[in-house]
């Protein structure tokens, strides 16, 4: 439970700081605020000695205007890639000559933006604290953050509203700082990939009760970029539907062969590049047909990814979001008890 949290209506009011001029932050409050978590915070205490000067008689730690103003500084020196424990000493410095009375002051004070800040723009706050631990390299936070993000939101927005615009955020910094970052993009994708996986359930067994065949997820051949089919996966065994995911690159061969052996419903096609979008293989998969004369069958196709965008491909769907493609896929299945929406 957040320390913030007051525990009866006789609570005590917030604590003021030394300098008497504004409420002392708990932990909680604090982490929001910068875009940590409380657990960031209280693992700098421990190891750096970046700590409250307050505390309750409970041992709750109440950071001032002063600890705020250092707790800034660490995280904007951290987060332009100086090592924690230097960030560390030369925050406590700084920190060492703020008068109390100033330190409100300091604490709201604009900071020039981090050479290690990213181009975020308008989105959620857990962006912005998402995005901070990625750029420190804070594996432990950006774990902590996402599993927050899934739990409080939901895997579709979750996926869509916190990781999307972060994973982006760092891809342009990437492209736009002559491939520095790039360990930024790796250790943020493999949070996320982590994350997508914890959220996956069991494989759903087919049965003879259920006619329609799987959904098949694919990249396209020479397509690298997998997350987005590791949500659509996570996603749909959380409505408990079939799943086949193959990953990134599937030879052309290999993925025809697979959707004549498993008969699916559906095949999702991921390309994020027009360069990578094979249209004549989308065109063939949405062509196979199977089964006896008279009763044959052939899946629907989806094409998904920003590959795709430009004239429609010829008998094929083409979702624009996670939602969208869980809602078209799910559609295809009306006899099948749906489990909870994702």
């Known amino acids: 439970m957040d320390d913030s949290t007051a525990h009866g209506p006789a609570a005590a009011p917030p604590r003021q700081d030394p300098g008497g001029a504004r409420p002392a932050l708990t932990t909680g409050a604090l982490a929001r605020r910068l ?59 700084s920190g060492e000559g703020i008068p109390a009375e100033d330190a409100g002051t300091a604490a709201r004070r604009p900071r020039s933006r981090a050479a290690g800040t990213l181009p975020l723009g308008d989105v959620r706050q857990e962006c912005r604290g998402l995005a901070r631990a990625a750029v420190r390299l804070d594996a432990a936070s950006v774990e902590e953050q996402l599993v927050a993000a899934v739990d409080r939101h939901g895997l579709v927005v979750a996926w869509q509203e916190v990781m999307v615009p972060t994973l982006h955020a760092v ?13 930024v993009e790796h250790l943020l994708s493999w949070h996320v990939s982590s994350t997508l996986r914890r959220s996956t ?37 959380r409505l408990g539907l079939p799943v086949r995911m193959f990953g ?17 419903a559906a095949v999702v096609l991921w390309a994020q590049s027009r360069s990578s979008a094979n249209r004549p293989l ?26 795709w965008l430009g004239r429609p491909q010829e008998g094929t769907l083409r979702p624009v979001s996670l939602r969208d493609a869980l809602d078209a896929l799910a559609a295809l299945y009306p006899d099948r008890p749906h489990q909870d929406r994702p």
């Open 248 to 264: 990134a690159a599937v030879p052309a061969e290999a993925l025809t062969a697979a959707v004549r052996r498993l008969g699916p």
């Open 35 to 93: 875009g940590v978590s409380p657990t960031t915070l209280r693992s700098w205490d421990r190891r750096y000695g970046i700590g409250p000067a307050a505390r309750t008689d409970g041992r709750h730690r109440r950071w001032t205007p002063r600890d705020v103003a250092v707790l800034e500084e660490m995280c904007r020196l951290t987060s332009a890639g100086v090592p924690p424990a230097e960030a560390a000493l030369a925050a406590r410095e």
């Open 171 to 183: 891809g342009r910094k990437w492209a736009s700082s002559g491939d520095r970052y790039v360990e």
């Open 282 to 307: 989308a065109r063939h998969l949405a062509d196979a047909r199977w089964g006896m004369k008279g009763a044959r069958r052939g899946p629907c196709v989806l094409t998904a990814g920003p590959g």
């Open 201 to 237: 359930r069991p494989p759903v067994p087919h049965t003879a009760s259920h006619t329609a065949g799987p959904v098949v997820l694919a990249c396209v051949p020479g397509e690298q970029h997998v997350l987005p089919l590791e949500a659509l996966n996570a996603g749909l065994s």
